[in-house]
């Protein structure tokens, strides 16, 4: 990360997501010189959302100001459809928001040039730089919580079509399975989302648990009903990284969110069952992520020096304070 830059340089990174977001001043190494945590007001509509994310930006800002560091950007990562290219966050459901020109806003509050980036590309970013990716050039990142999806490097680049690319929770593996959120049937979160287990375990055993975390745990007790729901959701990932394997074929998988917590209970069964439906197809290596929540958030540091040493210009001066509109 290093170039010829004053050491004082540090840019911004905010991860925001559905629940919380996440803030950091990082040097040329991504170190964090200060971090932030915030609660995400998504319950108080997008506008809130967005007003609260320049709040954040602003209190790093003043940070740094302090601490005598001068800040060349700032990366944003958001969840939903992102559109780098066009710097606007298509579609959200978590944030609501939709079409929102959430960069440029922020690059007219702040002055600082903004690059928005899509989460979880952002997290697959890093791991492929410093995780559990580092070294190679096709990568497929998939963080497996609440929701699932997935970030693809190829040859080193990733792959974001418009926003559009990655969306490997809605691959269906269950035909006229269950409904799902996105208006189709049997998609694989359906099946294999932590909220998905945690459901079917309900389902299946009458007790209900916080989460697919609660079912793992159940596992080593000889829970039959667990077992029967884990198997059904390694089974859903293993047929849709089929799919992924054999169009993309990615030298590693990167297993990350929540789920991948369980580390071998997940990660042994779900090798087997992959390698089962591979015939000539090269089998990638299956690994745990290794950044873990700080991904998102790092990928948005790796975003903001790109745009930095990108942009190499002064600091520009505020020019609006209006919220945009969803």
Not at 196 to 208: L, M, T, V, W
Not at 212 to 241: I, K
Request: net charge neutral; with cysteine.
């Amino acid at each position: 990360m290093r170039d010829s830059g004053d050491e004082r340089d540090c840019v911004i990174a905010l991860d925001v997501g559905g629940t919380s977001m996440k803030g950091a001043l990082l040097d040329r190494d991504l170190k964090s010189l200060r971090t932030v945590r915030r609660a995400t007001p998504r319950r108080s509509g997008p506008d809130a959302v967005i007003t609260e994310i320049a709040a954040t930006l602003r209190g790093l800002d003043r940070s740094a100001a302090e601490r005598g560091l001068a800040v060349r950007s700032v990366g944003l990562a958001v969840p939903g459809i992102v559109d780098e290219e066009r710097a606007t966050a298509v579609h959200s459901a978590n944030l609501g928001w939709r079409d929102v020109p959430s960069a440029a806003f922020l690059e007219g509050t702040s002055g600082l040039p903004v690059a928005l980036e899509h989460d979880v590309r952002a997290g697959g970013a890093a791991e492929c730089r410093l995780g559990a990716g580092r070294g190679a050039q096709n990568v497929l990142f998939v963080p497996v919580g609440t929701g699932i999806s997935a970030a693809v490097f190829c040859d080193g680049r990733p792959v974001r079509a418009g926003g559009y690319a990655g969306e490997l929770g809605h691959v269906v593996v269950e035909p006229d399975g269950e409904a799902c959120a996105c208006g189709a049937r049997g998609c694989l979160e359906t099946v294999a989302s932590a909220a998905a287990i945690a459901s079917a375990y309900g389902a299946r055993s009458g007790r209900q648990v916080d989460g697919a975390a609660a079912v793992a745990a159940q596992l080593s007790h000889g829970d039959p009903d667990a077992q029967a729901v884990w198997d059904r959701a390694v089974e859903a990932l293993a047929t849709a990284l089929a799919s992924a394997v054999t169009l993309l074929a990615p030298e590693v998988v990167v297993l990350g969110g929540g789920l991948a917590e369980a580390g071998s209970r997940l990660l042994d069964p779900l090798r087997l069952s992959l390698a089962r439906r591979l015939t000539f197809q090269r089998e990638p290596k299956l690994v745990r992520a290794a950044l873990g929540d700080l991904a998102g958030c790092l990928g948005a540091g790796l975003s903001a020096w790109h745009a930095a040493n990108d942009a190499r210009t002064p600091r520009r001066r505020p020019q609006t304070s209006a919220v945009p509109t969803s």
